[in-house]
């Protein structure tokens, strides 16, 4: 925790000397823009110390959208549902990503990754930390939120034919992330939401962040709306709630297997606290075909009368399940086994964090013997249509 805390410090004091540099240049009309809409959220962006890195970060994006280089998508179909894309400035500021380097990423090789495995569209999402990078820091925290779906956004109009984005929202501080959906989904173009399994301690059921799901499930236009639930370190609120420890039990880096147990949890927490029961106008992505979640729920469902019942309804009809990882050589037949549709199935690559090759975890989908062809064809194309309402190219049906 120390370390981490140390790493973010030193990436902070060189973004920081690198905004003092930049002091004396004008922003160009994009920038100044950007500026003044977040002012609007009563975000103040140039009070940020990694304003200006994620500044130069957008307007690369966009210089890099004019010399772009062809490539073959002629025989793509494939749309990919959980993969990931990381800013230069984001890279700066988390070196590590689950007790690994965070790998570097460029748009061309995110786009050659594309075109060598048939994937013609990406819905891009920030992996975890996402915004939560400063525990207890709501300036950071909703500033680094606007400042990644700006940089996301500006993907998206870039390279409008391979790329859409969940947003990432600054929880667990639910007026400023209810602002950033509003923003991110009519202004921006987001197509949904990034959660993690936890922010800063708080798992999605808890209800320091309901005021968050029932405005997205009543108030807040354009819905159903589609969040994807990424697993994160777990985290737990000590003294009070007044601080937070990280609670990995184990010697192994989180991302090594605890994502599976906090994907657990967290669908656990939905079920229990009956966030996922409550609000039918949310729909759900979640990563790595459920996790652990096979494993526990005859555990805790098994016997609760009613609740088994809407529960099993909700996770069968508003929840899809990634493939994300070597999760097709048996993991996903625990989540089959308890009744899941083949149409609640969508394909996610991980790229760029996967250790896993992602060729053999595609393969490990087409050689399936327990899917027909049609049912491995709606996987990786139609279901995640179905689970936007939308046929690409984003028109809602």
Not at 298 to 305: E, P, V, Y
Not at 344 to 350: F, N, T
Request: net charge negative; charged share 20%; proline share 6%.
């Amino acid at each position: 925790m120390l370390l981490r805390a140390a790493s973010r410090l030193l990436c902070l004091l060189a973004l920081a000397g690198d905004a003092i540099a930049g002091v004396q240049s004008k922003p160009c009309a994009q920038i100044a823009n950007i500026i003044k809409e977040a002012k609007k959220d009563g975000i103040d962006l140039e009070a940020l110390p990694f304003a200006q890195a994620a500044f130069r970060s957008i307007e690369e994006i966009e210089e890099t959208a004019k010399n772009q280089t062809r490539y073959d998508f002629r025989n793509a179909s494939r749309i990919d549902v959980h993969v990931h894309a990381v800013p230069s400035f984001y890279y700066d500021l988390v070196p590590l990503t689950g007790g690994s380097p965070t790998p570097e990423w460029s748009v061309y090789e995110h786009l050659q990754f594309m075109a060598d495995n048939d994937i013609t569209r990406g819905i891009i999402s920030i992996s975890t930390p996402g915004a939560t990078v400063f525990y207890g820091n709501e300036a950071y925290s909703v500033g680094l939120a606007r400042l990644l779906n700006e940089w996301l956004a500006e993907l998206k109009r870039s390279f409008p034919d391979r790329f859409d984005f969940f947003a990432v929202m600054p929880l667990p501080y639910n007026t400023a992330a209810l602002k950033e959906a509003e923003y991110a989904l009519s202004s921006l173009g987001a197509l949904g939401l990034g959660l993690l399994t936890n922010h800063e301690g708080y798992y999605l059921g808890n209800a320091a962040l309901a005021p968050f799901f029932e405005a997205l499930n009543n108030t807040i236009p354009g819905g159903p709306h589609v969040c994807i639930v990424h697993p994160t370190e777990p985290l737990m609120r000590v003294d009070n709630g007044s601080s937070i420890i990280v609670a990995n039990p184990t010697i192994y880096p989180t991302g090594f297997v605890e994502y599976y147990f906090e994907t657990a949890r967290a669908l656990m927490d939905l079920v229990l606290s009956q966030t996922l029961i409550k609000y039918t106008n949310v729909r759900w992505s979640i990563a790595h075909v459920g996790g652990a979640f096979p494993a526990i729920e005859d555990r805790f469902l098994k016997g609760s009368g009613a609740l088994e019942k809407l529960a099993k309804q909700a996770l069968n009809s508003r929840v899809w399940y990634d493939s994300a990882g070597p999760t097709y050589f048996a993991q996903v037949k625990g989540l089959l086994g308890y009744g899941v549709p083949s149409s609640q199935l969508v394909y996610g690559s991980d790229f760029p964090y996967s250790h896993f090759p992602y060729e053999a975890a595609a393969k490990a989908i087409v050689d399936a013997d327990f899917l027909t062809q049609l049912e491995k064809t709606a996987l990786f194309e139609t279901n995640v249509e179905d689970m936007f309402g939308v046929r690409f190219h984003g028109h809602k049906h």
